[in-house]
């Protein structure tokens, strides 16, 4: 398989478009896990570590290099060009861009000692490139304020070692400030909480909402403050304490609330299924966040699920969501949409998605997900040396295609049921997780139960009672039978 591709080519419009947004809706853009590889062509670092943020463009653009990135690697310069083009392509004036965290490429500060090793050379480089995605954002939706939240990778040092009120947090302060959100006001609240923790919170894309954007990378099992220059009184807790209070403010002010963050709480299905015994049993349910952090998040999201409309997430690189639930009904509380990556180094195609939702009560209606198939990427004959890429193309309407009637808590809550005995819905939910890698899908049927079971139950008991039961796992077969 060859993944080649030319220069100079002009956006690829979308095979087919969910329909226009009603007069009484929004569009908002979903953009998660870019990782952008700046030293893909390692012969333009030099350039770039000398060049202001305004002069990468030109640089990246000439490169010989015109290949997209396949699977296994990090994102490129022509692969970002490339989806910009085509999110633009399908969704030309969005509201407001979603963009849910890990701006630049695993290892980034390991790669950079390739050339340079002065930390005071590597920060201003990793300014420069967190500079350069908002001006790329910028110079596609111009009118679009991208609210965004930090991932694992946006730091200075090291995977999950972002430290609180540490050189990051104040050197991209301004550039998120004025490039990404467009200096929307607030200047003084957001500087001081993003400057604390990296967390935000800002009016949203219409009067009446707003967006909070957590740092729950403190609340994952891998951060550590190994580069702290002294000790940080728990930024885990003070960071779901201000959450606290900025979800009670909202609800004294009338205000409804979404939610960003970076990793979802809840079960990570992909490290459960390698604890699965011989007997098909589950003795535990792995976290992505600690225990107790991903406790009291729930806990909070559950208390105020009447102002939270929507929670928006990364960092696993696929298509799925969470419903939280509360009580012994399982009532449904409160809905988290987990965007998959444009990034395809865990082997899913790159993707992104159009949300629509109501501007009376800005809860989420409808979901459009758009994707580049790499393995559809052929030499074209009668090129010579150039080809072309293969079309981004739409891949599903969530609303169309689940049979559900919106992305609110109840809409979703019914469809992770829906799945237990649906044996069609959950083939669909399998392909669409990796963005319709055929081939190789993001995991296999033997192991689908590992998966739609961490959809709504999102604490390690309840996730190890759900996966456990042999009634459910009996009763599967029988309704399969009764839905065909």
């Known amino acids: ?184 006001g607030a200047a003084e609240d957001f500087y001081r909480d993003y400057q604390d923790l990296g967390c935000y919170s800002l009016p949203g894309p219409a009067p009446g909402l707003t967006v909070l954007s957590i740092n729950n990378v403190y609340l ?87 102002v939270l409309r929507a929670g928006f997430a990364g960092h696993t690189h696929m298509d799925h969501f969470r419903a939280l639930t509360q009580g012994p009904q399982e009532a449904p509380a409160a809905m988290l949409r987990v965007t998959p990556a444009l990034n395809p180094m865990f082997g899913g195609n790159p993707a992104f998605q159009v949300l629509t939702y109501g501007l009376s009560d800005y809860a989420p209606l409808n979901l459009a997900t758009y994707y580049l198939d790499l393995e559809a990427q052929i030499e074209q004959p009668g090129l010579g040396h150039e080809a072309a890429y293969a079309p981004w193309r739409f891949e599903y309407d969530f609303n169309a295609a689940y049979g559900t009637g919106g992305l609110d808590a109840a809409s979703l809550w019914a469809l992770s049921r829906e799945l237990r005995g649906n044996g069609g819905l959950r083939e669909k939910f399998r392909t669409w997780y990796n963005a319709s890698r055929l081939s190789a899908p993001g995991f296999s049927q033997h192991e689908e139960k590992l998966y739609w079971c961490a959809l709504a139950h999102l604490e390690p008991s309840d996730y190890l009672q759900a996966f456990n039961s042999q009634d459910l796992g009996r009763l599967l077969p029988r309704l399969e039978r009764l839905a065909a």
């Open 220 to 306: 994952s099992t891998h951060w550590s403050c190994q580069c702290c220059p002294g000790p940080v009184t728990d930024p885990a807790g003070r960071q779901l304490d201000w959450l606290e209070a900025k979800l009670r403010q909202a609800e004294n002010a009338g205000q409804a609330v979404w939610l960003l963050m970076h990793i979802p709480p809840g079960i990570d299905a992909y490290k459960a299924a390698k604890l699965v015994d011989e007997g098909g049993k589950l003795s535990e349910a792995p976290l992505d966040l600690t225990e107790a952090g991903n406790q009291r998040l729930l806990d909070i999201m559950r208390a105020h699920a009447g």
């Open 1 to 184: 398989m060859k993944l080649l591709a030319a220069a100079g080519l002009t956006a690829a419009v979308p095979l087919m478009k969910p329909r226009p947004a009603a007069a009484k809706q929004g569009r908002a853009l979903l953009v998660s896990d870019i990782h952008f590889d700046p030293y893909f062509d390692g012969s333009l670092t030099p350039a770039l570590i000398q060049t202001p943020a305004s002069g990468w463009r030109e640089i990246l653009a000439a490169s010989p290099e015109k290949r997209l990135s396949c699977y296994g690697l990090e994102t490129n310069y022509n692969l970002l060009d490339y989806g910009l083009r085509a999110m633009r392509a399908a969704c030309p004036r969005p509201d407001c861009v979603i963009y849910t965290g890990d701006l630049p490429c695993h290892g980034v500060w390991d790669q950079f000692e390739t050339y340079s090793q002065d930390p005071a050379q590597r920060e201003d480089f990793l300014t420069k490139l967190v500079e350069f995605m908002g001006l790329l954002f910028r110079a596609h939706f111009p009118q679009a304020p991208v609210y965004f939240t930090l991932g694992n990778n946006d730091s200075f040092c090291q995977d999950y070692k972002i430290v609180p009120q540490g050189p990051y947090l104040r050197r991209t302060a301004p550039v998120f400030y004025k490039t990404y959100l467009g200096s929307p």
